[in-house]
């Protein structure tokens, strides 16, 4: 409780400047405001960010949810090359929910093709009015109705899962992992990732990897195998891979998995395009490696048709609207028999923390998301030898910097 | 956390002449009182209850986990008869779980067909050694600890499950509906529980039944229109129906159920033997009203394998170990498009209220066993013009009298 409190003191200074409140009346504010169109073509500059935190510090809150937020653009240490893409940025907005003296942070990180960006999260966040709740324990209610907002917008409805979380974490007192009754002591190795590029960096990024355990490669283009030999010359840690959906025969596909378990691999993300869904099962019946979904599912009610055809699931937050369903996404899997992963986007440590209080429940992290950035603005999860290590600290375990 | 420590201090006078004391150094004590033969052939008298209770309220609780229990005979209110028996009392175990100064209580019902006694339950919680666990969040290792001590065994572990979510809650201050996140005010109406029995006796029970919005009637018997006729002269209130595997006859049994929707039946419980499983999915398929597992299953692992037999399922914490394993299956059957069911044994208003913090997530409720015993000795949940109302205090909500 202390803790919450302290945290709530001292994690006004991070964000007092740049941040966006959305006060109980909000539609008010926002015409107010003339911010009938937060539909911004450019994101939020922070000196009209800083007006109108001036503005809005000072309203009281009284005693209900006070919604915050701020974009903030994640510097990445290496350019991120996936089969499809590559880019040295990434879009992000930073959440705050203020309650009877508690703050709760949470976040939404945008990898662009998962179609969201800061324009429409923040156009998303503008729409949440929690005034008509007079209680943050009402987390399936809350959750509901910001699920009816509007459909997809995945990343937006998690940055307010995770706030309310990390809220009703200090609230009782505890991290969300000793809530669910987990023991911090069974958190997974994380893996650490070695995108799609140059032996040069590819060598670079495995020195880097050094205190990993686990290496997760990017695969799909036409150096795959090169990829695995460099670093197989450098070390016989074991290697998950992900092929983004790169491979799009199914007998390459099948042929690459038994080179790859020779290689000392671990499973397959997302083998094949999401769409080969006949195609992926065939090869799951074939694989000597286990196969594991992502781009192929979002949420809770997509697992129940993967039986046959994935033998588990890559869980993010981003993807699931945040760790309520998340926590349900894991319970599902295990009824059904399957494997399951917990991965993030780039991210600031306030996302990846709020992952890993799910990460004793699971076979395989790869939750190294903050560790690709140079600007992260939260203390939160360490990674000890190679393991996830959870924070004591209640909520999801962040402190701002 | 004032609330749960101020029911710790008034909490210990209750049992406190007639509860068995199993601490830290359970092994060391077990053999020091002669308990190596807790293999009792008749339950605990309460003088020998007393004499274990002097000894062991005296030892340091040295700020970890101390089990304690007591045998506790329910009487019932009415005789209760079912398809396949009749009887006036119900053996009980009520647990306590004793931890830096606050206290979670448990219990575990024995309806005879479950194959539970006094016996064996205290026989197993003899077992329990909590001294390997520093931390009571540590749940997930606990309850896989308390399930391996021995098979089946339900009832027993339900009370040690029960017990430690009332602690835990009691520590983080805050009742179980919120801490998982559920609003109050979604409980569902309960039934209220009509046996078989003469007209006389029907009759009389309805009355009874006043407050109720719902009745449930038990089935199976020569008389089973007769009890629904002699129930709609008195009343056009809906009517679940619990055969409790009494028909045999997959086609008696669709003709009984189309008579039964005529008559305003919600739907049919456990219409016919577990064994029959292509009989109750035949059933299904023509059924108007929806098929309910009861007797055909106990935990999560058994719910995946409903698909096409049963339209829901009947929860009840004594079949499912408690109310962590009883959240998980109701997310799993969510995820499986199951309708759900909480419901109870004869017990007291402990186990009843633990199961009570569930139902926000469910459709129909059956949590009226602590209204047929005349012995209840605690004070949770009450029911408000037929309506689960939770009560506000933290675990649980229970209070003992």
Redesign the interface.
Known sequence: ?AFGRSTTTHGTTLLANTILTLDMKRRQFITAMGLGALALATPFSLSSAERLTDKWLSQPSSGKMRLSFTPYELQLRHAFNLAKSSRTTTPDVLVRIEYEGFTGYGEASMPPYLGESIDSVCRFLSKVDLSQFSDP?????I?AYIDSIDKDNRAAKASIDIALHDL?GKI???PWY??????PERTPLTSFTIGIDTEEVVRQKVEEAHPYKVLKVKMGLDNDRATIETIRSMTDRPICVDVNQGWDSKEHALEMIHWLKEHGCLFVEQPMPKEMIDETAWLRERSPLPIIADEAFQR??D??RFKGVYDGINIKLMKSTGM?EAY?MI??AR??DMKVMIGCMTETSCAVTAAAQLS?LVDWADLDGNLLISNDCFDGLKIVEGKVTLPDAPGIGVTPL
């Open positions: 409780m324990f009402r987390l399936e209610d959750l009703l009782m007192g505890q000793k809530i669910w009754g987990l023991n809770l009610p697992i129940t309520h349900k319970t599902l009824a059904l004793p």
